[in-house]
């Protein structure tokens, strides 16, 4: 007779659906009302001598007191429960002067005090009851067999209600730790869209305006390249399709050799110089991944503000730490922090690695990442271009 830890609580399915779910509601194990059918015992000795008129009347006032102050007990978790398990118990009491089987509330008592918390009180209680019991039985002189059952099954049920009631905790505690995983899970997911759309479509938009200017003043005096520009635009405009399905998506793996062109033509668009040195060895895929998107907001950061004629980039790997710089000889100036830094702090330290921004003579941007447990990718060939 195990009362669960949902005590006054709503019932999945006690409110609304149909009569049937709300009856299995009502029956359920963790429900105080299931293990009322144990109450007929309270008169199993009337089999051998029937009670009398003013017996069953006390049965009959007794009883319904008993179920006011069990139910209303079972509604509470704490301290506020005691008194009714104290009536519980002194009613059975009450009831013995009327041949009554007062043991069997007192059971009842116990399995409402399992779910007591703190557990130190709930096993106090559990005791205090069995206690009683024993005193009161022993004070009116009770036969051993008649009370003694009934102080066992106090104990054993009290004990399995403690239990139960500990295991409905844990599940609760654990319920909460998965929701505040996908909670969690659910805001990294959305940072990590919001990264990668902004670093996509801020390098893509760029490129795009400033082609789109250059188409726009080559249309009159050299229309076979305006031409030319607006294709490349088109290709550009499905290329960040395309990532930006992927990205979403969350199966996006740039390369830096893709991440190069689009630099190239990013910045060949504005008139600026470009040199790359790339690494001796191949990569890991990660790090890779955030080089590529690194040198893709540094370039985007280039061609939007630097006002730069040349910029340098560079990937050198040394001590089991690869050292991503690109260099611009751009106005420089304070750094203000924006989407751009932040999104390139987020994935060099997602590496366990660090960003250093330069912009005494320049603009200066390098990135540190520790190579450690990342597996590298199989050999590429390492591309010098200038």
Request: net charge neutral; glycine share 10%.
């Amino acid at each position: 007779m195990m009362i669960g830890a949902d005590r006054g609580k709503p019932v999945d399915g006690a409110v609304g659906g149909t009569v049937w779910d709300r009856v299995k509601a009502t029956l359920r194990p963790d429900r105080p009302y299931v293990w009322l059918a144990y109450l007929p015992l309270y008169g199993i000795g009337w089999f051998w001598r029937p009670p009398s008129a003013m017996e069953l009347a006390a049965a009959a006032i007794g009883l319904a007191l008993f179920l006011w102050l069990y139910l209303r007990g079972a509604c509470f978790e704490d301290r506020r429960a005691l008194p009714y398990l104290a009536g519980i118990v002194l009613v059975g009491f009450a009831l013995s002067y009327f041949s009554g089987n007062y043991s069997l509330l007192a059971v009842y008592a116990a399995a409402l005090a399992g779910s007591i918390r703190p557990r130190r009180l709930a096993w106090r209680t559990i005791a205090a009851i069995a206690g009683s019991v024993c005193l009161f039985s022993l004070a009116i002189g009770a036969p051993f067999l008649f009370w003694a059952p009934g102080v066992f099954m106090s104990v054993m049920v009290g004990v399995g209600t403690v239990f139960t009631a500990t295991l409905e905790d844990k599940n609760r505690e654990l319920e909460r730790s998965r929701a505040e995983m996908q909670a969690l899970s659910a805001a990294a997911e959305r940072e990590r869209i919001a990264r990668d759309l902004h670093d996509l479509l801020g390098h893509t938009l760029t490129v795009v305006a400033v082609k789109s200017d250059l188409a726009a003043k080559l249309a009159d005096r050299d229309p076979p390249r305006a031409k030319r520009e607006m294709e490349e635009l088109a290709g550009i405009a499905r290329g960040a399709l395309a990532d930006i399905r992927a990205a979403v998506s969350g199966m996006r793996g740039t390369a830096l050799s893709a991440e190069l062109a689009q630099a190239r033509r990013a910045l060949a668009s504005v008139d600026v110089a470009f040199t790359w040195q790339g690494p001796d060895s191949a990569l890991p895929p990660a790090v890779e991944a955030a080089f590529a998107m690194l040198l893709r907001e540094g370039v985007t950061n280039v061609v939007r503000h630097a006002g730069a004629a040349r910029c340098d980039a560079r990937v050198d790997v040394a001590d089991g730490i690869a050292v991503l710089t690109l260099a611009d000889d751009g106005v420089g100036g304070a750094v203000a922090p924006g989407n751009g830094l932040a999104g390139m702090c987020q994935r060099v330290e997602a590496l366990g690695g660090t960003l250093e921004v330069d912009g005494a003579d320049g603009m200066t941007i390098r990135a540190r990442v520790p190579l450690a447990g990342l597996e590298p990718l199989p050999k590429a060939e390492t591309e010098v271009a200038s």
